[in-house]
């Protein structure tokens, strides 16, 4: 099945019913700590751990790595020899990438010419190319 993606028209918002009217009333109303309060009381919604807030910025980040280098996921970890899947843990915040892996994105980061050059050719290639 396809998805099919929609943008919500702000112009052309539907009349909200009254019901929803008196919800957005009642949520006005409340203070910060009876939003907190109900928010730690909800059973489907569990305050994050730390290890969540890290993976999910870690998350963050290396999306953005990705898209600032306008790869798809496929391409990136195809050019920087990682596992697909294991990428798309790291960006959806299952898994945390170990110390060595999140050095290696730095460098990615850093030098993303550089390793892909060495990632085809080797540390020989790299001197090669810059002797050119």
Known sequence: MAIVRRRIDLANMPPLTPEQCAELERLAAMSPEEIERNALDDPDNPPWTEEEFERA?????????????????????????????RLRDWEQGRYK?????????KIIAAEPELVRQILEHGASGEKAAAAE
Do not use: C, G, N, V
């Open 57 to 85: 910025f870690i998350a963050r980040d290396i999306r953005t790595l990705r898209e600032k280098m306008a790869l798809t996921q496929t391409q990136f970890a195809h050019r920087f020899h990682i596992k697909l899947a």
């Open 97 to 105: 990438p170990d110390s060595a892996l999140l050095a290696y994105l």
